[in-house]
């Protein structure tokens, strides 16, 4: 059974930093790309960060950009997500999510099949 697991998710204040994880299981991560997605309250789900199964080639929203960075293990089978200067409307649940490398890289929620449960980033003071 295909499984992403999410973790690394709380709490933060203005200005910290998080670091999330992507635990795959059931699959090989090698032949996958992974993205994050966010999802806050009231919006729709967006492609935060997502990245090429050989780490190679990399997409990032331009809200996040130069804050955040994507990255991978696939020794390990397992994808991160660094997130620094961190603000408010970073508030969110993250979630992340699998396809099968087509050839080029997409960061649409719409081209993802394969779904963590989320885990919540929660910004405030």
């Known amino acids: 059974q295909l499984q992403l697991v999410e973790s690394g998710g709380g709490l933060v204040q203005p200005g910290g930093s998080l670091r999330l994880s992507c635990a795959a299981s059931g699959f090989n991560l090698n032949y996958y790309t992974i993205g994050w997605f966010r999802q806050a309250p009231g919006k729709e789900r967006e492609g935060v960060a997502c990245i090429a199964y050989s780490g190679s080639m990399t997409k990032y929203a331009d809200s996040v950009r130069a804050r955040f960075t994507i990255s991978r293990d696939n020794a390990k089978n397992t994808v991160y997500l660094r997130m620094n200067s961190l603000k408010p409307e970073d508030t969110a649940v993250y979630y992340c999510?699998?396809?099968?490398?087509?050839?080029?890289?997409?960061?649409?929620?719409?081209?993802?099949?394969?779904w963590g449960q989320g885990t919540q980033v929660t910004v405030s003071s």
């Open positions: 999510a699998g396809a099968r490398y087509s050839g080029s890289l997409y960061c649409s929620p719409d081209k993802y099949n394969t």
